[in-house]
């Protein structure tokens, strides 16, 4: 006699505990934190300043570095040396500027710290902008000394 | 002062302040937006007469400026004030 007559079909419902359990599961999953974005501008002399843009919780905790910049004015524009994000995987990586003219910029991790809170990060970027801005100013003015020389900006 | 002793010292005040806003994120709640926050410090008279010279700038501008002031007489330690152009 064959087995398959006589055997019965499993139920595939799942206990109603079970559903309740795995819909509160997908709901928190799917709720959206409500973040706010907050700017800050520090002007350090006429021609230098720092901007902060980052992205913070109700509870103000920092969940994204958007961008910490150091910019220049040249010729009545403002420029950027230098900036820092963590928007894409929450790694923190720095922008160094190339080009005015083509607005062309390189992305580098080389000595920049990964691992911390959002906050720790914009700290970092922060601390990094005031040890280092002598090093980014020089070098943005060297990489773009022949557009301001045919330009004839004065710097 | 040289442009360069006022990038210093004012990275050296911006850095604390920007510091002290992200631990005490309430702080600038009540102040304008896209304004622009010049640091002045508690005993560098030459900085902050060169700040005040780089405010009458941006005000001139159109720029809405918040100055902080730098006390120990605070609470908080800084002092907030909103400047609108006229």
């Known amino acids: 006699m064959s087995s398959k007559r006589f055997r019965r079909k499993r139920s595939h419902k799942r206990p109603s505990s079970m559903v309740n359990m795995l819909r509160a599961i997908k709901e928190s999953a799917s709720a959206k934190v409500k973040v706010r974005e907050i700017r800050h501008t520090y002007q350090l002399t006429e021609t230098d300043r720092i901007s902060y843009v980052y992205q913070a919780s109700e509870d103000d905790t920092v969940v994204e570095v958007t961008c910490v910049s150091y910019e220049l004015l040249v010729a009545d524009k403002w420029y950027t040396a230098v900036y820092y994000d963590n928007c894409h995987g929450g790694i923190l990586h720095r922008h160094v500027q190339l080009s005015i003219e083509k607005n062309l910029d390189m992305p580098n991790i080389y000595g920049v710290k990964q691992k911390g809170t959002s906050k720790e990060l914009l700290t970092w970027a922060n601390n990094d902008l005031r040890r280092r801005y002598p090093n980014y100013r020089t070098g943005f003015f060297r990489k773009n000394r022949q557009y301001i020389k045919d330009h004839r900006i004065d710097i | ?86």
């Open chain 2, 1 to 86: 002062m040289s442009q360069a002793s006022q990038i210093k010292k004012n990275f050296e005040l911006s850095s604390a302040l920007s510091n002290f806003i992200l631990d005490n994120p309430n702080t600038l709640k009540n102040m304008p937006s896209n304004a622009s926050i010049v640091a002045f410090s508690e005993h560098d008279e030459s900085l902050n007469k060169a700040n005040d010279i780089m405010i009458d700038g941006l005000l001139s501008e159109g720029t809405v400026v918040i100055k902080a002031q730098e006390s120990k007489e605070e609470k908080t330690g800084w002092k907030f004030t909103s400047i609108f152009p006229s």
